[in-house]
């Protein structure tokens, strides 16, 4: 599973940095802030769901806004937290991105199986993402 993850993962990669200049992890990070309806989130969560460290996040999320492709903004509710936020910048690079991604997914992935072998993946992906993210 970890091998497979890996290749997968450093075709991906390539592909975003030769055709974007788009680091996968930067993808994913834009990615899940653009999947909400006001491009934003607060740091813990977004760490939570990209699977990075709160300092791990912090650091991309610091390479992301010297781009401009995302900002931080303060929580009114609590001094302390912090949202992330993505830019029109962000937005423009992540939907010039995304038929890129997709591409790879198809091509690196989803082409070497046949179609019981989609179904059955599509099956566990769905029982192995069935796990809600925790709450904090």
């Avoid at 290749?7 to 990615?31: C, F, K, N, P």
Wanted: with cysteine; net charge neutral; hydrophobic share 40%.
């Amino acid at each position: 599973m970890l091998r497979a993850q890996v290749q997968i993962s450093r075709h991906l990669q390539a592909d975003l940095l030769a055709e974007h200049h788009l680091a996968l992890g930067s993808y994913d990070v834009l990615t899940h802030l653009g999947e909400t309806p006001d491009g934003r989130l607060r740091m813990n969560d977004l760490a939570d769901r990209v699977l990075l460290s709160r300092s791990g996040l912090t650091r991309l999320v610091d390479r992301l806004q010297r781009e401009g492709l995302v900002r931080r903004e303060s929580c009114v509710s609590d001094a302390r937290g912090l949202f992330a936020v993505l830019t029109p910048a962000g937005r423009a690079r992540l939907d010039a991105a995304t038929p890129t991604y997709l591409r790879g997914v198809r091509d690196h992935m989803l082409s070497r199986l046949d179609e019981d072998d989609l179904r059955t993946f599509g099956r566990l992906l769905d029982k192995l993402a069935d796990e809600p993210l925790p709450v904090h």
